[in-house]
């Protein structure tokens, strides 16, 4: 079956250490992006990558590092640089062909707690 | 950015009746896309339904409909003969076309529906 995972489904973590989630997709898609969900706040995107090795940053990047080595793969790094991390993660992808009505595919998500 | 509102963080409707969320957006743009989805308890977004700007027509899938007032840039999702099922987060969101490789949410309405 195509489709997107992200692992681990939950993740703790300690104050001051960085964390990778995982994002995997095998729809063959070139677009993939993470996004941060808040209660209230709906989907804020962090990075966006159109392209193997190019990523662009989102509204908010800091404290995030992202990857794009393979095209199947988008991993986020949380550092320790950001303030409050605790939250829901989104990652999604989508054929990279804008002038259609492609819409994102999600995966299921990752919650993660700092302790 | 884009601007995304949904202006009902809570709606509720009574089982087999007819709800309508609404979403309003901003934009100088012709040509843009836009999406209803849907985020169960079991936080996996489902596409629901999808409208091009250029289609006077409005999006129907089954029971979900959208109406799209392009002057008013409003595009409201109407939830006819409400099933338990249906019960969930609601998000519209928004898209450029030709260019437009990012997606803009609003902050969601959460829709109970009552037996």
């Known amino acids: 079956d195509g489709g997107i995972t992200q692992s681990p489904k939950y993740l703790f973590r300690k104050e001051g250490q960085n964390v990778t989630l995982s994002c995997e997709q095998n729809?063959?898609?070139?677009?993939m992006y993470w996004y941060r969900q808040d209660p209230g706040q709906g989907l804020r995107l962090i990075y966006y990558?159109?392209?193997?090795?190019?990523?662009q940053k989102g509204d908010i990047a800091e404290g995030y590092s992202v990857s794009r080595e393979k095209k199947e793969s988008f991993p986020l790094t949380v550092t320790s640089a950001q303030k409050n991390p605790t939250a829901f993660y989104l990652c999604?992808?989508?054929?990279?062909?804008?002038?259609?009505?492609?819409?994102?595919?999600f995966g299921p998500g990752t919650r993660l707690t700092v302790l | 950015a884009q601007t995304v509102t949904q202006s009902q963080p809570e709606m509720s409707v009574q089982e087999a009746e007819t709800v309508t969320l609404s979403c309003t957006y901003d934009?100088?743009?012709?040509?843009?896309?836009l999406f209803w989805y849907k985020q169960p308890p079991s936080r996996q977004m489902i596409l629901v339904i999808r409208?091009?700007?250029?289609?006077?027509q409005n999006a129907t899938e089954n029971r979900f409909s959208v109406n799209f007032q392009k002057a008013a840039k409003s595009f409201s999702l109407k939830i006819s003969d409400s099933q338990l099922g249906d019960a969930a987060m609601y998000f519209c969101a928004y898209r450029r076309g030709n260019t437009g490789n990012q997606f803009y949410f609003g902050t969601g309405t959460s829709l109970t529906v009552i037996p």
């Open positions: 729809l063959n898609h070139d677009a």
């Open positions: 409208q091009e700007a250029y289609k006077q």
């Open positions: 999604a992808s989508s054929v990279a062909n804008w002038g259609f009505y492609n819409e994102q595919f």
């Open positions: 934009t100088s743009e012709s040509d843009y896309y």
């Open positions: 990558s159109q392209i193997v090795n190019d990523f």
